[in-house]
């Protein structure tokens, strides 16, 4: 037996966020702005997952990184300050204004050089790659229905040993639904295949709405 995990009521959840290192005014401005959106705001990787993300690119050494879903670009952010002063990231949005937001962002936060933003249907941006291994870093936070694809589509195309992250995994708890509307069944479907796919080693971890790690073998 081990023992019960820590609940994180609120209280403990902004504790948490106030402990995210690296969160410096580039960062903090786009949490203002993204949060005078209104209620898509929701949307916005949180800060302590999103120091969580550089701190994984950075140990992962990574050249190239891809997100699939990318809004105001706060993760973005972390994941190119994350990567290698030559390290490229590739941002997938369908929304061209968001894309313009995340751009400006990216370039007031002094990484913009590093990435390119391309506006359109994720899974018909990553297909149009050659089917390469190429990314050492995945961020997958885009439509729910669309991770069973994300996931296969980015999977030939990640180095040996490259490392997939996967947000919301826990989809608020409905993640147990027994009786699942169409965007917790595609998520249920991600996570019973990742658990006996030989091709990576996962983990899901229990951080904000959930998030998995896949490494490839
Ligand atoms: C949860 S937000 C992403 C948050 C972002 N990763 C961050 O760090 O703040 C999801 C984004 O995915 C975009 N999106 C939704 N469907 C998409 C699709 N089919 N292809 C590309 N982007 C999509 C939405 O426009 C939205 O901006």
């Known amino acids: 037996m081990s023992i019960e995990p820590t609940s994180i009521d609120a209280k403990l959840a902004e504790y948490i966020r106030e402990h995210a290192s690296g969160r410096d005014e580039a960062l903090r401005l786009v949490e203002e702005e993204t949060a005078a959106m209104g209620d898509i705001q929701i949307m916005q990787t949180a800060p302590e997952q999103a120091a969580f993300l550089e701190l994984l690119v950075r140990l992962g050494e990574g050249r190239r990184a891809i997100e699939v879903g ?17 390290g490229t990231l590739l941002c997938c949005e369908l929304d061209s204004e968001r894309a313009g937001i995340a751009r400006r962002n990216l370039d007031r936060a002094g990484v913009g050089q590093k990435v390119e933003i391309k506006v359109g ?12 291994p190429s990314f050492d870093f995945a961020y997958v936070d885009a439509e729910k229905t669309g991770y069973p694809d994300y996931y296969e589509a980015l999977l030939p195309r990640m180095n040996q040993g490259g490392l997939l992250a996967f947000d919301n995994v826990l989809m608020a708890g409905l993640i147990v639904d027994s009786d699942p509307n169409e965007h917790v069944a595609a998520m249920q479907t991600l996570n019973d295949r990742l658990v006996d796919d030989e091709r990576v080693d996962s983990v ?3 951080m904000g709405d959930g998030l998995t790690l896949a490494r490839v073998r």
Do not use: K
Not at 70 to 86: K, V
């Open 121 to 132: 249907p994720a899974i018909e941006t990553i297909r149009a790659l050659p089917e390469e």
């Open 70 to 86: 990318t809004f105001t670009g706060y993760g973005a952010i972390r994941i190119a300050r994350g990567l290698a002063d030559d």
């Open 204 to 206: 899901m971890l229990g």
